[in-house]
């Protein structure tokens, strides 16, 4: 494979594509009644942004010629490995589809189901996935995979070709393509594309220069039919409960959501917006919780490597809950009122108005060095309250419950589950004591600490007495000087260049799972697909996202060196999982295992 090609494969994971391109790929053929549209405008129209960004340099440390060289020499061992007739047969059709995909444009969306006729059972949504490659060769690779992909494809679908637009249609009624579509005839016909929707262009017109991916989900449309799921096969009494629940709710008067990713300048820049225009009702309040403050935003200390702080009213949600009880019914709303009263009458307080609505509406989590040293195991939360004693009340009685019920529970057990209290000074921290980790609560000047280890809240409670937050720091300073005066409600910060030394292990092994399996299967050698971490540290800056509301709506808006760069930041689990890969020796069982599950 040519370098060209290869660095155009590379880039296509990264969606990337030059600012003059249109913003909703093929969007001209999706019909206004799409619930859902997802559209990418390919990688042959590649040419500044990415000359220009850092994912291009990123890119060439990963030597895309040698890697190719290299799964060359071993696709014939694995597929003699795998030895399965169907596999094999299928793998030529797999590539046709899969290059023109990523060459040229390409689009889906989705049309509602229709109303069953049976009702023990439910159309499948329709699906339609259009194409138009940028190549002869393309189209025709294009064009021979799907044929294959249509004659085995398990529900109805028809292949279609309209000039430079190659359609496949999935679980919808056949067409005929020499038919042209009814021509408008006025201004009051009805929109012939989903771009001409009001509700389409509401959504979209809150994205600040969208990028080449596009994504839509018209949540009115959708409520219906998580209506019709939920309320499917439930007996008439609980289903008009689930119909009340559900209308207090007002899925239905939520707006459209969309999305888009794209370069900015050298980095990545993904944004979304939800409409959802004031006054709000249902869930949509919940997105009236107050704006952060100064003083949440400046929790976290100035070691921190990683934050997140989010707007989140414990009172709306009670709100929230007592609507949706009201509105199943009498007997449901005095169920709720009884449960609350039992239980403030078990923990000796006004359980909804001290420790509910005594909580924060302001959530911040953070990862400091000083703590536990660099490990998401040393996160720890902190929130200002709006009653301290109240929720100090409210906790130490669960506390005092807990024990006593896990007393009694464990009582001829060799071992106890007990939170004990102890004394650190003026402050008291209250730790679960179990083994390997050991959660922490305590409350500190009107402020919830928790944390998975004492360690955590013991370093959180003394950075009180040395002064220094994370906004003195000049890279979260700038992020907070862009919000402006927006209405904020979330901010994520990562200092990539401190977290991909804990993280970069992680990537390193999951990338060796797999080429070193190939290697074992194949007794031929693979070149690592990642460079040394010092290679990719000039390439490394910090990477923020914040979340905004006005009256029309929720923002988002999401920053990053490159695409997927938050994988070198806390949260990589999954990689931790799976980081040694299969083990060589049952690398054959395996094999055998798939080939058993493609045989069913």
């Known amino acids: 494979m040519p370098l060209r090609t290869a ?56 030597d895309p010629d040698r890697l190719t060289t290299a799964w060359r020499s071993v696709m014939p061992a694995l597929q003699r490995a795998f030895d399965h007739p169907r596999l094999n047969a299928l793998l030529p059709h797999i590539q046709n589809l899969w290059l023109p995909r990523v060459h040229g444009e390409v689009a889906a969306y989705f049309t509602a189901p229709p109303p069953p006729i049976d009702p023990t059972h439910r159309p499948p949504p329709g699906l339609v996935l259009l194409w138009s490659p940028d190549s002869g060769d393309d189209r025709e690779a294009l064009l021979s995979g799907l044929k294959h992909l249509v004659e085995s494809a398990p529900s109805p679908a028809q292949l279609v070709v309209d000039g430079p637009v190659i359609t496949l249609r999935i679980n919808l009624p056949a067409v005929d393509p020499a038919s042209p579509p009814a021509p408008a005839t006025g201004p009051e016909t009805e929109p012939e594309t989903l771009a001409n929707t009001p509700r389409f262009q509401t959504a979209w017109a809150g994205l600040d220069r969208p990028g080449p991916l596009a994504l839509y989900l018209d949540t009115a449309a959708l409520a219906p039919v998580l209506r019709e799921r939920l309320l499917r096969g439930v007996e008439p009494v609980r289903s008009r409960q689930i119909e009340a629940i559900l209308n207090a709710l007002q899925l239905d008067r939520l707006g459209a959501a969309v999305a888009t990713a794209g370069f900015d300048g050298r980095g990545w820049r993904t944004q979304a917006h939800l409409a ?8 949509g309040k919940l997105l009236e919780a107050p704006a952060l403050t100064a003083d949440a935003l400046s929790l976290p200390p100035r070691t921190a490597t990683w934050t997140t702080t989010f707007s989140l009213d414990p009172g709306m949600l009670m709100d929230l809950a007592r609507d949706a009880a009201g509105a199943a019914g009498p007997e449901t709303a005095d169920r709720f009122e009884q449960a609350l009263a039992s239980a403030s009458g078990a923990l000796g307080l006004d359980l909804e108005q001290q420790l509910i609505r005594g909580l924060g509406t302001a959530w911040t989590a953070y990862l400091d060095p000083e703590a536990v040293g660099d490990s998401p195991l040393g996160i720890t939360f902190e929130s200002i309250l709006r009653d301290p004693e109240g929720v100090d009340r409210g906790l130490r009685a669960l506390q005092l419950l807990g024990n006593v019920a896990w007393s009694r529970r464990l009582a001829d057990k060799p071992y106890q589950l007990l939170i004990h209290t102890q004394d650190y000074g003026p402050h008291t921290l209250h730790t679960l004591g179990v083994p390997l980790a050991a959660p922490t609560w305590a409350i500190v000047d ?21 002064p220094g937050s ?39 092994a999951l990338e060796r799972a797999v080429t070193g399996s190939a290697s074992a299967v194949s007794g031929r050698p693979m070149p690592p697909a990642l460079p040394p971490l010092g290679q990719l540290r000039p390439y490394l800056e910090p990477a923020d996202a914040i979340a905004w509301i006005d009256d029309d709506g929720w923002y988002f808006d999401g920053r990053t060196p490159f695409p997927a760069a938050e994988l070198l930041g806390p949260g990589t689990a999954l990689a931790r999982g799976i980081e040694w890969g299969p083990p060589l020796p049952q690398i054959k069982d395996l094999l055998r295992e798939l080939r058993k599950q493609l045989d069913q």
């Not at 660095?7 to 030059?18: E, V």
């Not at 959802?276 to 869930?283: H, I, N, Q, T, Y």
């Open 276 to 283: 959802a225009p004031a006054p709000r009702a249902g869930l």
């Open 446 to 466: 009107g402020r919830l600490i928790a944390g998975l280890y004492p360690q955590s809240v013991l370093a959180a409670i003394q950075r009180r007495e040395t």
């Open 470 to 508: 994370i906004q003195n720091r000049d890279p979260f300073a700038a992020l907070v000087e862009r919000i402006g005066t927006r209405r904020l409600t979330a901010l994520t910060w990562t200092d990539l260049p401190r977290t991909a030394s804990q993280n970069y292990p992680n990537l390193v």
């Open 7 to 62: 660095r155009r494969l590379i880039a296509s994971a990264a969606l990337c594509l030059p600012a003059a391109s249109p913003a909703q790929p093929l969007i001209e053929h999706v019909p206004p009644d799409a619930v859902a549209y997802a559209g990418w405008a390919g990688t042959a129209s590649l040419t500044e942004p990415y000359a220009g960004s850092t994912l291009r340099g990123v890119a060439e440390l990963a």
